[in-house]
């Protein structure tokens, strides 16, 4: 059950973090090529090209903040019906219905209610991991400010820390979700 639980983890965190990264990536260039095309189109030269690079990056931080939410809510979708290790997630269509079936296409607008209990799932995770942290840092670091290590990319790779115990705890918070074998 282990195995299952981490190759679902390991597909789950190639699809997120390429996801994401794709998204913030192509947004960015749009918005760098929009405000060097609003600027009047210098000649490109390496002062031009490092302030581009400067633009880009400022901008990839700020959206991929955006991309990161549509990466997870997209990557929910391909965590069901795939069968890894001998077991699957599945997804049901009622909870209280006794005739409850199995979605065998799931679709986005299947996902609502899973992706709310598993986002709040993600983000408890993510504050417990915070709080371990914090204290680490605190007990074994001589740095001043608690929060100089926090960015970006410290959040993400605590989001995809806390998807690997999300999966396991899905189905026992969401009854929508079962763990089946194929």
């Known amino acids: 059950m282990s195995k299952f639980y981490l190759l679902l983890w390991l597909k789950w965190i190639f699809r997120v ?107 408890w995770i993510v504050g417990i991991q915070m709080i371990l942290a914090v204290i680490f840092f605190m007990l074994f670091t001589s740095m001043s400010n608690i929060f100089d290590w926090f960015n970006i990319y410290v959040l993400f790779a605590f989001v995809l820390v806390a998807g690997y115990f999300s999966f396991i705890l899905l189905s026992v918070r969401c009854k929508l979700v079962k763990v089946k074998r194929c």
């Open 17 to 123: 973090t390429v996801c994401s990264v794709v998204l913030a990536s192509i947004f960015s260039f749009v918005v760098t090529g929009f405000i060097y095309v609003h600027q009047g189109m210098q000649t490109l030269d390496k002062e031009v090209y490092i302030a581009l690079f400067n633009i880009f990056k400022f901008w990839f931080s700020i959206l991929w903040n955006f991309t990161i939410l549509v990466a997870l809510f997209r990557s929910l979708k391909y965590i069901f019906n795939a069968c890894h290790d001998g077991y699957k997630l599945l997804l049901n269509t009622c909870v209280k219905n006794e005739n409850s079936e199995v979605i065998d296409f799931v679709g986005y607008g299947d996902l609502i209610k899973v992706w709310r209990k598993w986002l709040m799932l993600i983000i």
